[in-house]
Structures are given as C-alpha cells and as structure tokens.
C-alpha cells in the first residue's frame, strides 16, 4: 500500500464512522429542480390538453350550435321587404322581425303605390316551399296571400309586400307586446 491510497482510506473511513453523512447543498437544490422541471412539463401538458380540447369543441362539435340573435342560417331564405302601406318606419320593423328569425334581408323599399290593403308574400319559387311557408307562418300571413310568381331580375327568394292590415299580424302584435 502506499501513501496515496492509505490516506484516501483513512478519509474514507473517517468520514463514514462520524456518521454525519450530510447531503451538500448543491444536490438538494437540484433535487428540487428536477421537481420543478417536472411539474412544469405537466402544467405544459394540461395547457396543450386543453387548447386541444376548445379547438376540437368550437371547430368539429359546433355544426348544431344555435344561431344568434342577428346571425343567418347558410340556406336561410333572402327577403326583400316592401312598404305598401305608407307608414314610414314599418319596414324595418319586419325587417327586424325577420333577421330575428334568422331571414337574410336583401332590400328595404317602398312598394310602386301606397294602397295595398292586404299584406302579400310572393314567391319567385328559387326557394323550397315548405321554408316559404314557415315564413308566412312566421309573419302571420295566412297561405291565400301567398304567390308564386317568377320574376326575373330579383335577387331575393321571397318578396313581402307590408299591407295597411299589417297591425293585424301575429308578429306585428307579438313585437308591440314586447316593447
């Protein structure tokens, strides 16, 4: 044995019969990073989990989400509104009522004269009936003030023309109570 080892042992030995077997405070502080790299590797983890998720919910799951109050369905029926009893401001009004209903609203206008007694709906038949018919319904015309006339030239599906008894009508009524 020479010098070298002797001394190595006996520093060995020595430091192991005091029993103080202290961990330096280098290691420890370690031991606590690796801890802190794995909870933030976690928390890395759930964040992406849950970004994936809202993705996933708002662009593969929503095809069935309700529409909101002016928003329009893609096959909703184009309107154009027309003012044939001279009141000023009735027009909006349905059309209001309508892009409530989820309507696409085309064209506000007045109708050539003022002396329409009857509220009428034409249809330009570029739109399924049974969609023209709920949106009679909808309005509160019954089904012998509607028309189907083709007309070249229209851009919209459906053409109402508001008559003097549009008091009359259920959502004309329904819009007063509300208000």
Known sequence: MNKRTSTYRRNL??????GSARK?????????QKKGKLIF??????????????FLHNHLFSAGT?????????????????????VKGVGNTFAEILRKEHYRI????????????RSVVIDHDKADRNKVEKMTSVLGVSKD???????????A???FVIGK??????SYKRIRNQQ
């Open 106 to 117: 085309v064209q506000v206008e007045n109708a050539d004269d003022f002396s329409y007694e």
């Open 24 to 32: 330096s405070p280098a290691k420890g502080t370690t031991n606590w």
């Open 66 to 86: 309700p529409l909101t109050r002016n928003e329009v369905a893609p096959d909703a029926l184009s309107v154009r509104i027309q003012n044939g009893c001279g």
């Open 13 to 18: 030995y020595s430091n192991r019969s005091t």
């Open 157 to 159: 599906d459906v053409t």
């Open 145 to 155: 003030q509607l028309y189907h006339i083709e007309q070249q030239g229209v851009e």
């Open 165 to 170: 008894d549009y008091p009359n009508l259920k």
């Open 41 to 54: 590797v976690w928390f890395l983890i759930v964040v992406n989990v849950v970004i994936l998720y809202s």
